[in-house]
């Protein structure tokens, strides 16, 4: 460089080691996923699909329970006790127990992933 | 109401919000304290902070007064309100925490690389916000004028004040204290009382007649109406008349009112018997948090039962209090199992508005003419105890229910505040910070002053609708779905939730008169939602060659667990 701007400060650029490949042709999944590689991106897909579909099962069977109450309330108006009982009290224990299922669903999902990908 | 209790207890309510704030502001020292608390705030601390950010004023007053004037449908609110942290829990609540942003639109912006969906998604999120904080103000300053007779907009203006100071001076770090506070003191504010009702209501033969349609008078009442409005009568009533009906005057007469709508002037004294109905006011002539488009349900009542639950089940993940809150959990884990015990949280303290319901039903039926029937849970132990203990009751309920107006006003503060300060005030750091809290706040505040009278539960139900229609698709489509484009999201958001805001505006302004075109409007979730997330899908489609480079990477941040991320490329 012939003439080099005072003001212009030196900088140090780093990045993230890059790892290589065991040469052994050890297979790692692991590094699939950190080098994105299309094998990569297949196990991160997997793992969106289980998730999702935890998330979708509990969701289905909040909307079985809640989906049918008004129709219910609506039929039969002489039960107001009920409506009163259900609406009142009786939904937010199964709100929460449907919200432990699904976290310790989750978390199972995620355990049983790293389990695979770290190949232990 | 004797008020020389009450006052003192909303005033230590304030100052002890000022001084946790205070505790704060201690420890509160870089910007990231300021925004998300420099996320080491444990599941407990966080789950009670949300709790107590996420209970308003429409919970806390007027869940208790819908129930009274129109039943137990009104319950569908409370449930909603809960069952959208589930749903929260299952499609948002870890992707959003890895996603490592601070607001909405920082999700926006790191999920689609746009700056346009960023300012876009910004811009609902102070709309909804503004939307939000409007209410607080106001429902404070109807509990200070049932309390103390003061100006409608004193209480507004007090808490305004607070949560400006609050919110400037420690950000995010202290309102996690003063939330998470605020929260047991609301749950004590509403139990406390509601044990000793429950005693006074078993100690009088516990009546059970409350359950039955419609309310009735268990005693003799005289009813003074405070504001003109047309009662609905199902069949012939007799009552005692000293005032103007149907435009008539009376003078302590005894009348025969015939089955219909009759028009009673502000002003009248009606004396109802014992056992007679309570008759229920038409729409829109009394204000109020209890008084709503929820009136309009009468026309088609599974319809918009469907529309409340939709709107509340699916507008929770995107109030932007609530989604502030995630970023201060130090992994996704962590995340979620806050959110577990938020439901707990906000389940446990949903038992007790009921409880004020059918009790109001019972012991102060009147509220329902008079249009101050959010005013039944601090009414309430006055009516039922009396006394010493029924003014030490009403007091700790009236300190619950300024914390409401706090806590919440603070959090959507912080929100809004958050979003002014990255997008659209010149720089970023904590003066500006300081400066966007003064902006968040006069919005709404002026809005609240010139405006007034909009019912809490209408600009709630605006809220939670507008956010259903537009965040929803954002966050569960750009959580799941990899082909999500810019163009897409845009004009969904701009397509569901602008749909829902003019839906709901119309609504407001009364254009569609009455029928299903009402309804339809009133409640619009059941059909803008499915518009949203069809408009955004459809508009991605259209588009592929939009589907941002990194996507791929962007979403493995999202699901893969933090331990699997020490090597992590960001695209």
Known sequence: ?120 | MNSSYAVPAVALVVVATVLVGAFGLRISRTTSDFYVASRTVGPRLNAAAISGEYLSAASFLGIAGLVLVQGPDMLWYPVGYTAGYLVLLLFVAAPLRRSGAYTLPDFAEARLASQAVRRLAGAFVVGVGWLYLLPQLQGAGLTLTVLTGAPETLGGLIVAVVVTATVAAGGMRSITFVQAFQYWLKLTALLVPALFLVLAWQGDGAPRHAFEEPAAFREQRLVRVQDTVDLKLERPLTVTVSGTVDGRPHDDARLELPAGTHRVTAGTRLTFDRGDPVPVPDRGTSGGMSTSLAASREERPLYATYGLILATFLGTMGLPHVVVRFYTSPHGVAARRTTVAVLALIGGFYLLPPVYGVLGRLYTPELALTGDADAAVLLLPDRMIGGLGGDLLGALVAGGAFAAFLSTASGLTMAVAGVLTQDVLPSRGVRHFRLGTGLAMVVPLAASVLVGGLPVADAVGLAFAVSASSFCPLLVLGIWWRRLTPPGAAVGMLVGGGSAFLAVAATMAGVPGSGPLHSLLAWPALWSVPLGFLTMILVSLATPGRVPAGTAAILARFHLPEELRAAEVKA
């Open chain 1, 1 to 120: 460089m012939p003439h080099q701007d005072p003001t212009e400060r030196r900088v140090v650029v780093t990045g993230p080691p890059r790892r290589t490949r065991h040469a052994s042709g050890y297979y790692r999944p692991r590094t699939e996923i950190d080098e994105q590689t299309t094998l990569g991106h297949t196990y991160v897909r997997s793992l969106m699909r289980t998730q999702l579909r935890s998330a979708l099962t509990v969701f289905a069977v909040l909307g079985l329970l809640v989906g049918p109450l008004p129709l219910v309330f609506a039929a039969a108006p002489e039960a107001r006790r009920l409506e009163w009982a259900v609406l009142g009290f009786g939904l937010y224990a199964p709100l929460v127990l449907l919200a432990r299922w699904y976290v310790r669903r989750a978390e199972r999902n995620e355990r049983d992933f790293v389990r695979l990908v770290e190949d232990r």
